[in-house]
C-alpha cells in the first residue's frame, strides 16, 4: 500500500483544502498513509506577502489532533515544504530546528526573487539559460543549507517554461544534474516521485524517469511519493503508474519519513 507525502491543505496559501477531505480522498484511494506538507514560502514574490508564510503554531496543533486520531491502519503525519532561497537558509534551519515535524521537503520556486510560474523569469532567456539557471540554484542551496530530508520535483521548472517539457531532456543537462544528485546522495538526501507533472499534462513524473534512474543509478536509495495535491481529487493522483515507473528505474521500495527517520516500505 502507498503512501501519499507531498499534500496541502488550507494552512497552504494556494489551497482551501479542509486536511479532513483529503484524508478521506486518501482512504478512499487505498492508501497505508498521508503526510501533510504544507509551504513555507518566505520573502515569496507576491502580492499579497506573506501568502505562503502559515501560523506555525496552529499548523502544528492542527496536525498533531490529526495524527493522534489515526493510529491505526491509516496514518496522518506533519511534514512541511521549505521554499528554499540562499539569503534564508538560516532562517529555515531555525524552523525546523525543533524537531516538530516528521518530515522536510526542500523545493526551489523562486530563482534569483522571481516565481517560476510567472514569465519574467524567462524573459531575456533562452530556454536552456534559463533552465540552467534553476538547476545551478539548486547547487546553491545545497551548499547552504542541509537540514532537509528530500529534494522536492527537482525539475519543477519544466511545469512552467515556455514549451513546459517539450525539449527538455536529461542529457541536455547532465553536467549538472549529475551534481545535484551526487551531491544529494553524498549528504544521505533522497528526492520524491512528484506525479503533479502527470496532472499538469507533462506525461511524465516530476522529476522525469530518466532524473530518477540516474539518481539511483548513483546510489541513492530515499525516494517518497507525492501527488502535490491542493484539493481532493488530486490525492493521490495516477499513483497507478507509480510501482512501475520506480521498478524501471531500479527501486524496489519507496520511503516515508517519521520523526524524520526514513522508514522504507516494499514496493506493492
Known amino acids: 500500500m502507498l503512501w501519499d507525502t507531498h499534500m496541502h491543505c488550507y494552512f497552504s496559501g494556494d489551497s482551501e483544502a479542509d486536511p479532513d477531505d483529503m484524508i478521506k480522498a486518501a482512504k478512499a484511494a487505498g492508501l497505508s498513509g ?66 516538530a515535524y516528521d518530515f522536510v521537503i526542500c523545493s526551489s520556486h523562486t530563482v534569483d526573487g522571481m516565481d517560476l510560474y510567472y514569465k519574467d523569469f524567462y ?45 527538455f531532456t536529461y542529457d541536455a543537462y547532465a553536467d549538472v544534474l549529475d551534481a545535484i544528485l551526487q551531491k544529494l546522495v553524498d549528504m544521505g538526501k533522497g528526492i520524491e516521485i512528484n506525479t503533479g ?3 499538469y499534462g507533462l506525461g511524465h513524473p516530476n522529476p522525469c524517469e ?37 521498478r524501471e528505474a531500479g527501486f524496489t521500495h519507496f520511503t516515508v519519513f517519521e520523526n524524520r527517520k526514513p522508514v522504507f516500505y516494499p514496493l506493492p
Not at 127 to 133: D, G, P, S
Open 123 to 167: 524573459e531575456g532567456k533562452d530556454e536552456h539559460t534559463a533552465y540552467l539557471r534553476y538547476f545551478t540554484s539548486i547547487l546553491e542551496n545545497l551548499d547552504g543549507f542541509s537540514d532537509f530530508d528530500v529534494y522536492g520535483h527537482i525539475d519543477y521548472v519544466v511545469r512552467y517554461g515556455p514549451n513546459t517539457n517539450k525539449f
Open 34 to 99: 498521508l503526510c501533510f506538507t504544507d509551504h513555507l514560502d518566505y520573502d515569496f514574490p507576491f502580492d499579497p506577502p506573506g501568502l505562503f508564510e502559515p501560523d506555525l503554531d496552529a499548523y502544528g496543533e492542527a496536525m498533531r489532533a490529526l495524527r493522534a486520531a489515526h493510529t491505526g491502519d491509516f496514518r496522518v503525519l506533519h511534514g512541511i515544504e521549505l521554499g528554499v532561497q540562499p539569503h534564508l537558509h538560516e532562517k529555515l534551519a531555525r524552523v525546523v530546528a525543533d524537531g
Open 210 to 246: 530518466d532524473i530518477l534512474k540516474r539518481y539511483r543509478a548513483l546510489g541513492g536509495e530515499i525516494i517518497t511519493i507525492g501527488s502535490d495535491a491542493h484539493e481532493p481529487k488530486h490525492v493521490a493522483y495516477d499513483f497507478a503508474k507509480v510501482p512501475g515507473i520506480l
Open 197 to 199: 507533472g502527470f496532472k
